[in-house]
């Protein structure tokens, strides 16, 4: 099994920026493909970033820009900066076996519990 556990989420002011991480612990080498997804209150989730261990990514066009995603073994990695009111939601970690590039959540089997970001005006 996969473990994975988010961090640095918390409240921000329009403009600025913040770090998210995903520790993840376990059989980690299922962990081929890892993303961040958010969902608002009454929304359905969506994706934000994908990467794999290749160092592809993908990304939603609401953040291109913006957002950066990375990984460092395993520990994935968030960079969010030009924040927007329209970014507050709860950031989820997720991740999967696979070798490619998706932006579905139900293509990823693990998830953690999520981070709130919070982006005031």
């Given at each position: 099994?996969?473990?994975?556990?988010?961090?640095?989420g918390?409240?921000?002011?329009?403009?600025?920026?913040?770090?998210?991480?995903?520790?993840?612990?376990?059989?980690?080498?299922?962990?081929?493909?890892?993303?961040?997804?958010?969902?608002?209150?009454?929304?359905?989730?969506?994706?934000?970033?994908?990467?794999?261990?290749?160092?592809?990514?993908?990304?939603?066009?609401?953040?291109?820009?913006?957002?950066?995603?990375?990984?460092?073994?395993d520990?994935?990695?968030?960079?969010?900066?030009?924040?927007?009111?329209?970014?507050?939601?709860?950031?989820?970690?997720?991740?999967?076996?696979?070798h490619?590039?998706?932006?579905?959540?139900?293509?990823?089997?693990?998830?953690?519990?999520?981070?709130?970001?919070?982006?005031?005006?």
């Open positions: 099994q996969v473990q994975l556990v988010e961090s640095g918390g409240s921000v002011q329009a403009g600025g920026s913040l770090r998210l991480s995903c520790a993840a612990s376990g059989y980690t080498t299922s962990t081929d493909c890892m993303a961040w997804f958010r969902q608002a209150p009454g929304k359905e989730r969506e994706g934000v970033a994908v990467t794999a261990r290749d160092g592809t990514t993908r990304y939603a066009d609401s953040v291109k820009g913006r957002f950066t995603i990375s990984r460092d073994q520990t994935l990695y968030l960079q969010m900066n030009t924040l927007k009111p329209e970014d507050t939601a709860i950031y989820y970690c997720a991740a999967d076996i696979g490619w590039l998706t932006l579905t959540p139900t293509d990823f089997r693990y998830w953690g519990q999520g981070t709130q970001v919070t982006v005031s005006s």
